[in-house]
């Protein structure tokens, strides 16, 4: 079996064919979806479906792209995690591939976020785009490592993998392990142990091989399991076996 550890199925690219979206994962022996929050306006969206469907979790928080002038308070973020269906905090983190000028704002939510998450020992979920010796260096100042988390859709260095791992977190792999083109990121999936490893899609984002192009969705994430165990020279059962235990691990999700 496979889990998505990262999807936004309530998007509405997926939301609005949730069933067959749903249908497609149990067809494609994915068992459980991790559905990201992006922003606070949307997520009673996310709530509708952790709410709805036993096999699919959430988190709460705003991408860093969001606007800059969204309200958030670190008590707003602990009340809204203590769902049991809101596993996670974010995505969070800091982007400075899209956005320029004064960013102290990104960085301050991004702080907010980890607090959020150390008050109610729930784990972080990271994206850094062009940013990651800042997010380190904010995760090593607010001690993201007492909660730890994911760095989600990884495309850095081994040298800044290791050092999130050194700090406890999972490094994620997408769909785009599965681009010809990918060959840097190849190699760091190599180098990344079983047991820190999760796997996701993104969706609707990122399709992986053979689907690029067109709509993702949590039933394509066997596609980058397979990629990752041609890269590592290992079994599709292995991968699969270990990313399913590391996200039930992580999240604190009973199987």
């Given at each position: 079996m496979f889990v998505d550890s990262h999807c936004h199925i309530d998007f509405p690219e997926l939301g609005t064919r949730i069933n067959e979206v749903l249908s497609n994962m149990a067809s494609n022996r994915v068992t459980h979806a991790l559905c990201v929050s992006v922003n606070l306006?949307?997520?009673?969206?996310?709530m509708a479906l952790v709410e709805g469907?036993?096999?699919?979790?959430?988190?709460?928080?705003?991408?860093?792209?969001h606007d800059q002038n969204?309200?958030?308070?670190?008590?707003?973020?602990?009340?809204?995690?203590?769902?049991?269906?809101?596993?996670?905090?974010?995505?969070?983190?800091?982007d400075y591939f899209r956005l320029t000028g004064d960013l102290d704002w990104q960085r301050e939510r991004f702080r907010t976020h980890i607090r959020?998450?150390?008050?109610?020992?729930?784990?972080?979920i990271i994206h850094t785009r062009e940013a990651a010796q800042d997010t380190l260096r904010l995760m090593q100042e607010e001690k993201a490592h007492e909660v730890a988390g994911v760095m989600h859709c990884f495309t850095e260095t081994w040298d800044i993998a290791q050092e999130a791992m050194d700090l406890g977190f999972y490094i994620s792999i997408s769909g785009i392990v599965t681009f010809k083109n990918a060959v840097a990121l190849k190699d760091v999936t190599r180098r990344i142990p079983l047991d820190r490893l999760l796997i996701e899609t993104d969706s609707p984002y990122l399709a992986p091989?053979?689907?690029?192009?067109?709509?993702?969705?949590?039933?394509?994430v066997k596609y980058i399991a397979e990629e990752i165990a041609r890269i590592k020279?290992?079994?599709?059962?292995?991968?699969?076996?270990?990313?399913?235990?590391?996200?039930?691990?992580?999240?604190?999700?009973?199987?």
């Open positions: 306006e949307d997520w009673p969206r996310v469907h036993s096999h699919v979790f959430g988190s709460v928080g705003i991408h860093p792209d969204a309200a958030l308070t670190e008590a707003d973020l602990v009340q809204r995690a203590m769902h049991p269906k809101i596993v996670a905090i974010g995505e969070t983190g800091l959020a998450a150390r008050a109610c020992g729930k784990p972080l091989m053979p689907h690029r192009g067109k709509t993702n969705e949590p039933a394509f020279e290992t079994s599709v059962d292995a991968v699969a076996e270990a990313t399913c235990a590391n996200f039930f691990r992580l999240f604190g999700i009973t199987a």
